[in-house]
């Protein structure tokens, strides 16, 4: 106990949890890539709809999400402001306009994706929704945008995207950090040396959350000591 007496005294460290999806939209874009060098992501250029996608001579546009934490969450909704700037020229197609959206693990491999497309004609701006589950196993991912039918003239511009995450699998016990079903002394120990050691491997991220303010530091592990100490 002497070691958590000390750490108690520390600056507090926080990681980020599974509730904390990455957001898109002109203030919030931190971390995301869009892989196209002549239109840098700004806020201005995100307003304009100028983020556009799709495929042409074997490019691929992408927009691509930071990496994130999807622990304990069960799948993805997204909603989508599609912006496409050309809807009045003759050869539009909307259903080339359709956008993709993919799920890849950390070294970029698919996992799964979803597409969804535009079905309002005369209209430049449309809200797309997609539903995104996420596999078992799978604690670490990044989510891409592609347009894989759309032209230069069907291309469509991402303005928006709002993500949240939908939870409905096994009840979580709060502190139950290691994951073994039971929250006790262990668990202390084991969120104790994921803060000061950076690594989270085999933490449950959820769990370990028990004061709910969507980080772990070491404000949960106290919470944790009070919840072993009051259930005795």
Same mark, same amino acid.
């Given at each position: @106990?002497? #070691?958590?007496?000390?750490?108690?005294?520390?600056?507090? @460290?926080?990681?980020?949890?599974?509730?904390?999806?990455?957001?898109?939209?002109?203030?919030?874009?931190?971390?995301?890539?869009?892989?196209?060098?002549?239109?840098?992501? =700004?806020?201005?250029?995100?307003?304009?709809?100028?983020?556009?996608?799709?495929?042409?001579?074997?490019?691929? &546009?992408?927009?691509?999400?930071?990496?994130?934490?999807?622990?304990?969450?069960?799948?993805?909704?997204?909603?989508?402001?599609?912006?496409?700037?050309?809807?009045?020229?003759?050869?539009?197609?909307?259903?080339?306009?359709?956008?993709?959206?993919?799920?890849?693990?950390?070294?970029?491999?698919?996992?799964?994706? /979803?597409?969804?497309?535009?079905?309002?004609?005369?209209?430049?701006?449309?809200?797309?929704?997609?539903? &995104?589950?996420?596999?078992?196993?799978?604690?670490?991912? #990044?989510? #891409?945008?592609?347009?894989?039918?759309?032209?230069?003239?069907?291309?469509?511009?991402?303005?928006?995207?709002?993500? =949240?995450? /939908?939870?409905?699998?096994?009840?979580?016990?709060?502190?139950?950090?290691?994951?073994?079903?039971?929250?006790?002394?262990?668990?202390?120990?084991?969120?104790?040396?994921?803060? &000061?050691?950076?690594?989270?491997?085999?933490?449950?991220? /959820?769990?370990?959350?028990?004061?709910?303010?969507?980080?772990?530091?070491?404000?949960?592990?106290? /919470?944790?000591?009070?919840?072993? &100490? =009051?259930?005795?």
């Amino acid at each position: @106990m002497n #070691r958590v007496l000390i750490l108690l005294t520390t600056t507090l @460290m926080a990681f980020s949890l599974a509730a904390q999806l990455p957001q898109f939209n002109s203030d919030e874009f931190d971390g995301w890539t869009y892989n196209n060098p002549n239109v840098p992501l =700004t806020d201005s250029n995100i307003g304009s709809g100028k983020i556009v996608l799709y495929v042409s001579s074997g490019a691929v &546009l992408t927009l691509t999400s930071p990496t994130f934490s999807c622990a304990g969450t069960d799948s993805i909704n997204a909603t989508v402001t599609w912006f496409t700037k050309y809807f009045y020229d003759s050869n539009f197609d909307l259903e080339k306009a359709s956008l993709t959206l993919a799920i890849d693990d950390m070294n970029g491999t698919p996992i799964d994706s /979803v597409t969804s497309a535009p079905t309002t004609p005369g209209v430049s701006t449309h809200q797309l929704s997609f539903t &995104l589950p996420i596999p078992a196993g799978l604690s670490m991912a #990044r989510l #891409r945008f592609v347009s894989w039918t759309g032209t230069v003239v069907s291309s469509g511009g991402i303005k928006q995207a709002v993500f =949240t995450a /939908v939870n409905g699998g096994p009840t979580v016990t709060p502190g139950d950090a290691n994951g073994d079903g039971a929250a006790d002394i262990a668990d202390i120990s084991f969120a104790i040396d994921c803060l &000061l050691s950076g690594e989270m491997a085999g933490l449950d991220l /959820v769990a370990a959350d028990v004061d709910h303010d969507g980080t772990l530091s070491i404000a949960d592990v106290t /919470v944790l000591i009070d919840l072993l &100490l =009051t259930s005795k």
